[in-house]
């Protein structure tokens, strides 16, 4: 097929994006089905280590935020301050988010495990953390050191692990004090912004590089494959000989293995899209910058239709549709209990629930509706 001869290096990745949208997918699916006796324990989170499906769902988002982050992109530094406080501001709706999530969850009794973050933290205090204070870090430090602090300070919150009182401080039960009381999500911190610098250094050296035709791509895959099995085997060792991995803490073994995962994602849906362009038909254009194929199929009544039209959608309105899910699960824990629902009656909710969350973002993308959370 032609190319569209694009070769410079791209601002945004659509493999970044159809991946960001298959998660922000996965996790509104889980995080109700979690709730029905029918759902597989074996995939729900693990209580302290270990691994399981559900585990990735928080390494995964912030590894995606940080490979859409303009550091990732090897965008030029529009001034340290100034790239802080626009950080802040844009994270002010996820800290909002959290506050209502810790009301909501108070105010309705809601079952939510005080081990996972403890009894106020959250997932998006985690994330908001985590973003501004990477805008920190790259404001007083070049950009090409991410990888090497990220590293550093991974290696180094695993040394305080295993040679402190901290690890025994995190696992006993006292809940006194405000730091006691949300001691797992505020040590987890430190592991999580290593493994955003970590992405985000990865991202810029594997995912944004100037590409102008498949061979570019077809290394592209060797490479970040090659990476993602170091991770793995990393894991392995660091997981028998040092600490379990847990997702709870954040430590060294499982910022390896979200790493690994997210590595392993990109080359799959890399390897997909290449398929896309291979299996194309003749005269279609590709851009190779974004391994895109630039045609819109037609339907049976000749009208345009748009490939890849849900995870469009998704990522049009991503975080408004994870505050939907959000409050969708909320609504149906109120409404049904869900623990005791039998097997086909948590089916057709999950159906309903999760075609209602798709048809409301697809309409919002179709009218191009975009949804902006306050202060965003």
């Not at 550093?152 to 039960?173: C, K, M, R």
């Not at 998704?314 to 994870?322: D, K, L, R, Y």
Request: glycine letters at 6%.
């Amino acid at each position: 097929p032609p190319s569209t001869g694009a070769s410079a290096r791209p601002t945004w990745s659509s493999v970044v994006t159809v991946a960001r949208s298959h998660v922000l997918l996965g996790a509104a699916v889980f995080i109700l089905g979690v709730d029905f006796p029918a759902f597989a324990r074996r995939l729900a989170k693990t209580e302290r280590s270990g691994f399981s499906l559900m585990d990735t769902g928080v390494g995964l988002f912030v590894a995606l935020a940080a490979a859409s982050s303009p550091e990732a992109k090897g965008a030029p530094s529009s001034g340290g301050v100034q790239n802080v406080a626009r950080t802040a501001k844009g994270s002010v709706a996820l800290v909002l988010l959290g506050l209502s999530r810790v009301i909501a969850v108070k105010s309705l009794d809601y079952q939510s495990p005080i081990s996972e973050y403890g009894v106020h933290w959250n997932f998006f205090f985690t994330l908001a953390f985590t973003k501004v204070t990477a805008s920190v870090v790259y404001a007083i430090l070049p950009a090409r050191l991410d990888w090497l602090v990220g590293s550093i300070l991974s290696v180094g919150y695993e040394a305080v692990l295993q040679s402190t009182q901290l690890n025994a401080f995190l696992d006993n039960g006292n809940r006194d004090g405000l730091v006691a009381a949300n001691k797992e999500g505020l040590a987890s911190l430190a592991g999580f912004l290593a493994l955003y610098l970590i992405v985000v250094a990865l991202s810029r050296r594997l995912l944004y590089g100037a590409r102008s035709c498949i061979r570019d791509w077809v290394a592209m895959v060797f490479e970040t494959g090659a990476v993602a099995l170091v991770g793995l085997a990393l894991t392995y060792v660091v997981h028998s000989d040092v600490a379990p991995v847990s997702r709870r803490l954040a430590n060294l073994p499982y910022c390896l293995w979200t790493i690994s995962l997210f590595l392993v994602t990109i080359v799959c849906f890399v390897l997909l899209q290449i398929a896309d362009v291979l299996l194309c038909q003749d005269g279609m254009q590709v851009d190779f910058s974004q391994l895109q194929v630039l045609h819109k199929a037609k339907d049976a009544a000749g009208e345009s239709q748009e490939p890849n039209l849900l995870w469009n959608s998704i990522n049009f309105n991503a975080m408004p549709m994870f505050l939907l899910v959000n409050l969708l699960t909320g609504l149906v824990n109120i409404v049904l209990r869900p623990r005791t629902t039998g097997t086909l009656s948590a089916v057709l909710v999950l159906v309903v629930y999760i075609s209602v969350a798709a048809f409301t973002t697809v309409f919002l993308y179709s009218r191009k509706m975009k949804l902006k959370l306050p202060f965003t």
